[in-house]
């Protein structure tokens, strides 16, 4: 009695799984048997929604609705020979084979023998509740829903696809005309007509549903295409139309399209009539215009600026340079024929982002390696629109831009390279004209192996010249003398004074040449470069053969610095950028005599004849003491802005404890008077600072060791938060410029640090028996914060503390001392101000 309880008790709790377990058996026969009915029912609704129906007139629409018929009963037999209603029995079975030794087999199980035994019983027992326990943990077994066998080519999907397609971009009441159709295939209701205005593409404009626009007038931008269906009785509604340019009338085709092309009138005569003027809107072409002559590197890239327009947008644009061999001076290389070469074809640059209907680019190329180059030639710009419609600008004449060499030599061989791609016929000449340059060089060529390297390039222009000269070995050749050119231009000397020397000469070429701007800016930093390295140089060889050690110049001398060097340099490039070539070749002139008779001297500090690492040293004292002075300003400037009245006072102040910042006097570079100071701004103070800690970055000693790498990676950092700060000076926002010019400051201070330790390293790896010797000579000038002194004797009030064992006590010590002068009231407000913005800053 208590076995068939237990087993009543098991197979209860499987009524839960057993059913749902049936239910997944019968959505597995459902789908199994139904998937092509489905399948078929969803594309024929697919076909339907996007008005398949309207392309099948008459007796096809109904032949293709016969064959669906046909088909639809065929998977209506499909699916009732497939389909079986699953039963309670298979249902416990798939149950059961889900579950480890099939307990709910052995539940239904009687005890076959033994029954009247009671040991036999109680182990029939045992074995019907452990069985139990197994039961009461199954769980439903899913149906298997998966046709991949029986459809492998994935029919059902492509279906379903479809259906979804139709959902999204067709229309379900389309269905309902299904039901509309009569025998013959026009619909019950009577005809009915669909209408859509598509513009292009390019317009960006939608595609308009006609049925849904009552009479009116319409715009709509030329090229629309124009889409009818008229469906019903042939003849019951006929187009007339005005706008396509076509004769004809109107007509009655049942499917009708046509473009827009002029302005008219589209009317429907019939049932559910409807007309619309149209009023085309014309393409307009679009335009192009040049902006201004084209500006030219130093190095011969050019940038042509140039805008285009269009009402919808510009799709591409190029230019076009042909050579204007009317205008070119036929003399020398330049007198016979040229060869035949193609006009140069440039695509124009176009917006990557942003709006193409009017917008301004400048075309970036570099021509200098062209024949063409710094010859006359044609130019013409030329842009496209969509609808293929093209803008011209008028053709102008112009020098092709290209690199100017300014080195003669370098000039002379430029020049037979352009006769050489002229015509291969110069060849003979250029190799007598390179011959001639090469028997008696002088200081044109200045190295054996340029000469070496142009006679070998002679010897092969013969030898080919001879045999005649085809379009790669002009090529080739046209490389090999443009590479020699580029050498004997910018050179490859080692000796900083030959370097020097071919600078001035190039300096006073460009002045006989008429150089541009940007061709005076780079050579006169050339210029700079090179008279650094010769210093540089030259101090070095006093250095290690101790001449100028412990004496003093002979007879008169005059000091000069790098800073008095720099405004030279400075006057000879602003004289030139104002036309004034007589004055600066006179300036140039006086510069080369007093380097040619230069010596430097190695005294005493104080005696101008401090190190390198000492000038720059003092340099980024100057600057630091500069920044300081500018962000004391700032300040100033932005208690002016929220308690106005008060910054009048507080600049006094600061002026009498400053000593009205006379130090900005002392500047060689970038130095300027207060009232200069003041018509620059503060934005234009801070970005000419920023370009002298530039100049002082290529001048700082130590490449190569930790110190110096250290010192360079700080200096980078204070360039970048200064240029930070000349931002938002420019766009007064000063409180942000403060912190900018707090961390250009901290900056700088790390810097001199890591170059202070650079320059002890060198000390004492070069002079190891003086290192105890000078370490007490700048013990003995420090000041009272233990900072070194000046080399004329003044106090540095922008060196780093000194470190030592005791630097935290002494700094907490100071910072005890402020605290206490900010906090006694008898002081000045404007000193308690400036105690107060060291402790904040501090």
């Known amino acids: 009695m208590e076995t068939s309880t237990d087993k009543a008790d098991g197979l209860r709790v499987l009524r839960g799984p057993l059913r749902l377990t049936w239910a997944g058996m019968l959505a597995e026969a459902l789908v199994q048997a139904l998937w092509p009915m489905l399948a078929l029912a969803l594309a024929v609704l697919a076909a339907l929604m996007m008005g398949a129906q309207d392309g099948l007139g008459g007796n096809l629409l109904w032949a293709v609705f016969a064959v669906l018929g046909i088909a639809f009963l065929g998977t209506l037999v499909f699916a009732l020979r497939r389909f079986r209603v699953p039963s309670r029995a298979g249902a416990l079975a798939r149950l059961d084979a889900s579950l480890p030794g099939r307990p709910i087999r052995a539940l239904l199980d009687d005890q076959a023998i033994g029954a009247g035994d009671a040991a036999s019983a109680a182990v029939w027992k045992a074995h019907q509740k452990r069985m139990a326990a197994r039961a009461a943990a199954a769980k439903p077994v899913k149906g298997d829903l998966r046709v991949s066998r029986a459809d492998p080519y994935a029919l059902r999907y492509l279906a379903l696809l479809a259906f979804t397609v139709a959902l999204v971009f067709g229309s379900v009441w389309r269905l309902g005309e299904v039901t509309q159709l009569t025998p013959g295939g026009a619909l019950a209701s009577g005809p009915v007509w669909e209408g859509w205005a598509e513009p292009p593409r390019h317009t960006g404009k939608p595609t308009l549903y006609l ?132 006009e140069i074809v440039v695509p124009l640059p176009m917006p990557i982002t942003g709006d193409r209907r009017d917008f301004e680019e400048s075309l970036i190329e570099n021509f200098s390696k062209h024949p063409w180059a710094n010859l006359p030639v044609s130019l013409e710009l030329s842009v496209l629109d969509a609808a293929e419609q093209q803008a011209v600008t008028e053709v102008s004449q112009l020098t092709l831009p290209g690199r100017r060499f300014f080195d003669p030599a370098a000039a002379a061989v430029i020049e037979m390279r352009r006769d050489l791609l002229w015509s291969r016929a110069n060849a003979p000449r250029i190799a007598q004209v390179l011959r001639a340059v090469t028997y008696a060089p002088g200081e044109d060529l200045r190295s054996d192996v340029t000469v070496l390297r142009l006679k070998q390039l002679i010897r092969r222009l013969e030898i080919r010249a001879r045999y005649g000269l085809d379009e790669e070995v002009q090529t080739e050749m046209a490389e090999d003398l ?129 190190s390198p690492g000492e000038q720059a040293m003092e340099g980024l004292s100057e600057t630091l003491r500069e920044q300081q002075g500018l962000s004391d300003q700032a300040f100033r400037d932005l208690q002016e802005q929220f308690n106005p009245g008060t910054g009048a006072g507080e600049n006094e102040g600061n002026e009498g404890r400053n000593g009205g910042q006379s130090h900005e006097g002392q500047r060689g570079q970038g130095g300027q008077s207060g009232e200069e100071g003041a018509q620059e701004g503060l934005a234009g103070r801070q970005q000419a600072l920023r370009d002298e800690l530039r100049r002082q970055e290529g001048r700082l000693p130590g490449q190569g060791t930790p110190e110096g790498d250290a010192a360079r990676e700080a200096l980078e950092g204070a360039g970048e938060a200064m240029d930070r700060a000349s931002d938002a000076l420019r766009r007064d926002e000063l409180a942000e410029a403060i912190d900018n010019q707090a961390q250009a400051m901290e900056a700088l201070r790390e810097g001199m640090r890591s170059l202070g330790d650079a320059m002890e390293q060198e000390q004492g790896e070069g002079q190891p028996g003086q290192g105890t010797a000078e370490g007490d000579r700048r013990a003995e000038a420090r000041d009272p914060l233990g900072r070194e002194q000046g080399g004329n004797g003044a106090n540095s009030s922008d060196a780093p503390l000194a470190q030592g064992p005791d630097d935290q006590g002494r700094a907490r010590r100071l910072l005890d001392e402020i605290r206490r002068r900010s906090g006694e009231a008898e002081r000045p407000e404007v000193e308690r101000d400036y105690l107060n913005r060291l402790l904040d800053r501090f």
């Open 211 to 342: 049925n849904d626009l009552e009479a009116g007038a319409l715009s709509l931008p030329a090229g629309t295409l124009i889409t009818l269906r008229l469906y019903g009785e042939l003849g019951a509604l006929t187009v007339d139309e005005t706008v396509s340019g076509r004769a004809g009338g109107a007509t009655s085709e049942p499917a009708q399209d046509f473009t827009l092309r002029q302005s008219g009138e589209i009317s429907i005569e019939g049932p559910g009539a409807r007309a619309w003027p149209i009023t085309m809107l014309p393409d307009a072409a679009p335009q192009i215009e040049r902006l201004g002559p084209p500006e030219v590197t130093a190095l011969g890239e050019m940038s042509l600026p140039f805008a285009a327009r269009d009402d919808y947008g510009v799709e591409a644009g190029e230019a076009r340079i042909s050579l204007d061999l009317a205008s070119v001076d036929r003399r020398y290389g330049l007198t016979i024929d040229p060869d035949t070469r193609p």
């Open 482 to 610: 443009w590479a020699l050119a580029i050498e004997l231009e910018e050179g490859v000397l080692a000796d900083a004074l030959a370097r020097m020397r071919r600078a001035q000469d190039r300096l006073n070429e460009a002045m006989k040449n008429g150089a541009s701007s940007a061709e005076i800016a780079e050579l006169m930093e050339e210029l700079r470069r090179a008279t650094e390295e010769y210093l540089e140089q030259l101090q070095r060889q006093q250095a290690q053969g101790g001449e100028g050690e412990g004496q003093q110049p002979q007879g008169e001398s005059m000091q000069m610095t790098q800073d008095d060097l720099q405004r030279m340099m400075d006057r000879i490039q602003e004289l030139m950028e104002q036309g004034r070539m007589a004055e600066a070749a006179e300036a140039l002139r006086q510069l080369q005599e007093m380097m040619e008779n230069m010596r430097v001297t190695q005294g005493q500090p104080g005696e101008g004849g401090n």
